[in-house]
């Protein structure tokens, strides 16, 4: 294998490069930087990377190799194990190589571990048994090392640093390694993220002293201000929407093309199946071409559902991430699309789902109700593993206030944006199934605000006529209930439509929601016209005319009026 070659053809943030278009610095420019600060540190510091010292005391008496190597080379080696095992659109191929080697697809598994020396065998059963599909290359380094005899050195020290990786252990070796690496990374990623930050490496190395002084330290400030970068770019790069969207269509392709592979390929022996798949670059699907323009993106990349979890119990998310997202397309259909992935350190788990850009606006809220219904079935999974907290705000809240949001987003002819307002220290969402159990909870907020706010009179109105519009549900499914208000304002920072609360039934067979308009006024015969006449002049002005077909008005006696709009 020319690795020259290989990692010149990879590109460093994979499938990332599709959606932005300048994003095409490859593999071999990242292991050059990564070398450039290797030898930079050891000609700037007293760390002894320039001594020399035989390979066998690197404490493994299998070692043959009895010339000496710098402790530079050692890190040089621990760069190029780390980059050689990665395949094209590196991320979206390694999820679906690892979804095939977990699930043992076409009998993959037995296969690649009949081509793995030694301990390689038992390190891919701890890399499958800890789900960290971002490690898979290591294994494919592996299998590269352990099919030529003169590299059997190399294949030792790989395996060490293998297991010390997968063990969550370290050494001097791998905490500089460690550093370097993010140091490189967020160098150069920095530059392709929205975020207006972007860091200079000439401005890192300005002052060598003090570059050297950090990296030893072991809480450093610099290395603190990368981490503070790199958890940005996760939110604005590596997890973004659209990134997550296209990283998956691009495994959906890969997975498309390796069965066609696999299913042409069945009498090839176990060995030489893998080789193919992982060395053959000229014939392996995880090697193919792949190009598409922004007119040939599928997905309304504007609009889409994300929902970020911050993990506490690793153990109750996925395992298998692409057999997960290959289950909810089967599930949702061809004109919708997902993407589902772990932050690198699996501190956060984020889902987003998105539409056909092409879909008529007529069938556009079925299938953002399909979407609904599968993200509000995770939700009530996740939140129990979930820490309640989030970046901005508290889960619940976040979560509700997108699905609300994203159901508006589809509905409404145009894309407002969605303003919630309600008491704080509460939380004005309800979910749950039934009318019966949802207006015991209704109550149960009524009270808190009562207590908190009893001279509230036209906000305490405005809960009661929710209440009043569910006990004319007759509905046992799963609902959201929003006790607040909630504005649409437009691009001129207009609000066009107030609403006083909102009854969402997802999984109802004869409608999608209840939009509530109250009316406090002393005579209450008027309210409910007065209402009525406020949600036909403000509200269905915001839908096209094929839902206007579906609206029914109806009064609430004593209190308001709502809309219904039907399935």
């Given at each position: 294998m020319k690795i020259e070659h290989k990692l010149k053809d990879i590109n460093q943030l994979g499938a990332i490069k599709y959606i932005h278009s300048g994003a095409h610095y490859t593999r071999y420019e990242y292991v050059l930087?990564?070398?450039?600060?290797?030898?930079?540190?050891?000609?700037?510091?007293?760390?002894?990377?320039?001594?020399?010292?035989?390979?066998?005391?690197?404490?493994?008496p299998e070692l043959s190799y009895e010339r000496k190597i710098t402790g530079a080379e050692i890190l040089e080696l621990i760069v190029l194990f780390g980059n050689l095992g990665h395949f094209k659109d590196t991320f979206s191929s390694n999820k679906v190589?690892?979804?095939?080697?977990?699930?043992?697809?076409?009998?993959?598994?037995?296969?690649?571990?009949?081509?793995?020396?030694?301990?390689?065998?038992?390190?891919?059963?701890?890399?499958?048994?800890?789900?960290?599909?971002?490690?898979?290359?290591?294994?494919?380094?592996?299998?590269?090392?352990?099919?030529?005899?003169?590299?059997?050195d190399y294949r030792i020290i790989c395996e060490e640093v293998v297991n010390k990786i997968l063990s969550n252990k370290t050494d001097k070796w791998l905490d500089i390694y460690y550093k370097i690496r993010k140091v490189s990374y967020v160098v150069l990623d920095s530059h392709y993220s929205h975020i207006p930050i972007s860091i200079s490496l000439q401005n890192v190395l300005f002052n060598e002293k003090l570059f050297v002084d950090e990296l030893s330290k072991y809480s450093s400030g610099l290395m603190g201000a990368f981490d503070r970068v790199n958890d940005l770019l996760e939110d604005t790069l590596y997890l973004e929407n659209n990134t997550l969207l296209m990283g998956t269509y691009r495994s959906m392709?890969?997975?498309?093309?390796?069965?066609?592979?696999?299913?042409?390929?069945?009498?090839?022996?176990?060995i030489s199946k893998i080789k193919m798949l992982i060395s053959g670059e000229t014939a392996s699907p995880f090697y193919e071409d792949f190009k598409i323009s922004d007119e040939e993106i599928p997905w309304d990349k504007d609009r889409n559902l994300s929902i970020t979890y911050f993990i506490k119990h690793r153990e109750y998310f996925p395992e298998d991430v692409f057999q997960k997202e290959l289950a909810v397309s089967k599930k949702l259909g061809k004109e919708c699309y997902v993407a589902f992935n772990f932050s690198p350190s699996f501190s956060k788990y984020r889902t987003v789902y998105s539409i056909n850009k092409k879909l008529e606006h007529s069938k556009q809220i079925k299938e953002c109700l399909k979407i609904i219904r599968i993200a509000l079935e995770d939700y009530l999974l996740y939140r129990k593993y979930s820490f309640e907290e989030v970046s901005n705000g508290r889960l619940e809240e976040v979560v509700m206030k997108k699905m609300i949001t994203y159901f508006f987003r589809n509905l409404l002819t145009e894309d407002y944006f969605c303003e919630f307002d309600y008491i704080k220290n509460s939380s004005p969402f309800i979910i749950e199934n039934g009318c019966k159990k949802t207006i015991n909870k209704v109550d149960e907020y009524i009270e808190y605000y009562k207590s908190n706010s009893p001279h509230e009179k036209d906000a305490i109105h405005e809960l009661e006529t929710v209440k009043a519009s569910l006990k004319s549900i007759s509905y046992k499914g799963l609902m959201i209930v929003y006790l607040g208000s909630i504005r649409f304002i437009n691009n001129d920072k207009k609000s066009?439509?107030?609403?006083?609360?909102?009854?969402l039934t997802p999984k109802h067979n004869a409608e999608n929601i209840r939009v509530i308009e109250a009316k406090n006024l002393r005579k209450k015969k008027r309210r409910t016209t007065v209402a009525a006449k406020q949600l036909e002049e403000q509200f269905t002005p915001l839908l096209s005319n094929y839902f206007k077909s579906k609206l029914v008005t109806e009064d609430i006696e004593g209190f308001g009026a709502q809309i219904k709009i039907r399935k």
């Amino acid at each position: 294998m020319k690795i020259e070659h290989k990692l010149k053809d990879i590109n460093q943030l994979g499938a990332i490069k599709y959606i932005h278009s300048g994003a095409h610095y490859t593999r071999y420019e990242y292991v050059l930087l990564q070398f450039m600060l290797i030898n930079f540190i050891k000609n700037n510091s007293e760390w002894g990377l320039g001594s020399r010292f035989n390979f066998s005391s690197l404490g493994n008496p299998e070692l043959s190799y009895e010339r000496k190597i710098t402790g530079a080379e050692i890190l040089e080696l621990i760069v190029l194990f780390g980059n050689l095992g990665h395949f094209k659109d590196t991320f979206s191929s390694n999820k679906v190589w690892f979804h095939y080697l977990f699930t043992n697809k076409y009998d993959l598994r037995n296969c690649l571990k009949k081509g793995l020396k030694s301990n390689g065998k038992n390190l891919l059963n701890k890399l499958l048994s800890s789900g960290n599909s971002y490690k898979i290359q290591w294994i494919n380094t592996l299998f590269i090392l352990s099919r030529t005899e003169n590299l059997d050195d190399y294949r030792i020290i790989c395996e060490e640093v293998v297991n010390k990786i997968l063990s969550n252990k370290t050494d001097k070796w791998l905490d500089i390694y460690y550093k370097i690496r993010k140091v490189s990374y967020v160098v150069l990623d920095s530059h392709y993220s929205h975020i207006p930050i972007s860091i200079s490496l000439q401005n890192v190395l300005f002052n060598e002293k003090l570059f050297v002084d950090e990296l030893s330290k072991y809480s450093s400030g610099l290395m603190g201000a990368f981490d503070r970068v790199n958890d940005l770019l996760e939110d604005t790069l590596y997890l973004e929407n659209n990134t997550l969207l296209m990283g998956t269509y691009r495994s959906m392709d890969i997975n498309t093309k390796l069965q066609i592979h696999l299913d042409n390929n069945q009498d090839n022996k176990a060995i030489s199946k893998i080789k193919m798949l992982i060395s053959g670059e000229t014939a392996s699907p995880f090697y193919e071409d792949f190009k598409i323009s922004d007119e040939e993106i599928p997905w309304d990349k504007d609009r889409n559902l994300s929902i970020t979890y911050f993990i506490k119990h690793r153990e109750y998310f996925p395992e298998d991430v692409f057999q997960k997202e290959l289950a909810v397309s089967k599930k949702l259909g061809k004109e919708c699309y997902v993407a589902f992935n772990f932050s690198p350190s699996f501190s956060k788990y984020r889902t987003v789902y998105s539409i056909n850009k092409k879909l008529e606006h007529s069938k556009q809220i079925k299938e953002c109700l399909k979407i609904i219904r599968i993200a509000l079935e995770d939700y009530l999974l996740y939140r129990k593993y979930s820490f309640e907290e989030v970046s901005n705000g508290r889960l619940e809240e976040v979560v509700m206030k997108k699905m609300i949001t994203y159901f508006f987003r589809n509905l409404l002819t145009e894309d407002y944006f969605c303003e919630f307002d309600y008491i704080k220290n509460s939380s004005p969402f309800i979910i749950e199934n039934g009318c019966k159990k949802t207006i015991n909870k209704v109550d149960e907020y009524i009270e808190y605000y009562k207590s908190n706010s009893p001279h509230e009179k036209d906000a305490i109105h405005e809960l009661e006529t929710v209440k009043a519009s569910l006990k004319s549900i007759s509905y046992k499914g799963l609902m959201i209930v929003y006790l607040g208000s909630i504005r649409f304002i437009n691009n001129d920072k207009k609000s066009v439509c107030e609403l006083d609360g909102l009854i969402l039934t997802p999984k109802h067979n004869a409608e999608n929601i209840r939009v509530i308009e109250a009316k406090n006024l002393r005579k209450k015969k008027r309210r409910t016209t007065v209402a009525a006449k406020q949600l036909e002049e403000q509200f269905t002005p915001l839908l096209s005319n094929y839902f206007k077909s579906k609206l029914v008005t109806e009064d609430i006696e004593g209190f308001g009026a709502q809309i219904k709009i039907r399935k």
